[in-house]
């Protein structure tokens, strides 16, 4: 399973709906079933974001699946970030040009018998 983060701001229907209902999005998730997905953590935060999920998916299918049941749900428009392990980042190496079958040049193979100012 891949893990993503859904970053979440309330539309103008999902500010009323929480104001009418402080917990909306806690109740609303807390019964979100989805093959495939699962929502590990909610958090409100400041800034450009109101809500931060962590979830855990199968695929970018049921994670798509499970944000846009969410969206509906809560009034929350949301943007779906696959996370990718920073350890899994430090394991790639870049390849060496001499592991090559076939190595680039980086000068030309020939010189010049004649160039200008050889006269």
Same mark, same amino acid.
């Given at each position: 399973?891949? =893990?993503?983060?859904? /970053?979440?701001?309330?539309?103008?229907?999902?500010?009323?709906?929480?104001?009418?209902?402080?917990?909306?999005?806690?109740?609303?998730?807390?019964?979100?079933? =989805?093959?495939?997905?699962?929502?590990?953590?909610?958090?409100?935060? /400041?800034?450009?974001?109101?809500?931060?999920?962590?979830?855990?998916?199968?695929?970018?299918?049921?994670?798509?699946?499970?944000?846009?049941?969410?969206?509906?749900?809560? +009034?929350?428009?949301?943007?779906?970030?696959?996370?990718?392990?920073? +350890?899994?980042?430090?394991?790639?190496?870049?390849?060496?040009?001499?592991?090559?079958?076939?190595?680039?040049? =980086?000068?030309?193979?020939?010189?010049?018998?004649?160039?200008?100012?050889?006269?």
């Amino acid at each position: 399973m891949s =893990l993503y983060f859904l /970053l979440g701001s309330l539309t103008h229907d999902g500010q009323r709906m929480l104001h009418s209902d402080p917990n909306l999005i806690v109740a609303r998730t807390r019964d979100l079933i =989805l093959p495939g997905a699962e929502i590990l953590g909610q958090y409100a935060v /400041l800034g450009r974001y109101d809500f931060v999920m962590m979830v855990e998916a199968d695929d970018n299918d049921a994670v798509a699946r499970l944000s846009l049941e969410l969206g509906m749900r809560t +009034g929350l428009h949301l943007e779906t970030l696959p996370a990718i392990p920073i +350890g899994f980042m430090g394991d790639m190496t870049t390849p060496d040009p001499s592991d090559q079958a076939e190595s680039v040049g =980086l000068t030309p193979d020939f010189t010049p018998e004649e160039g200008p100012g050889d006269e």
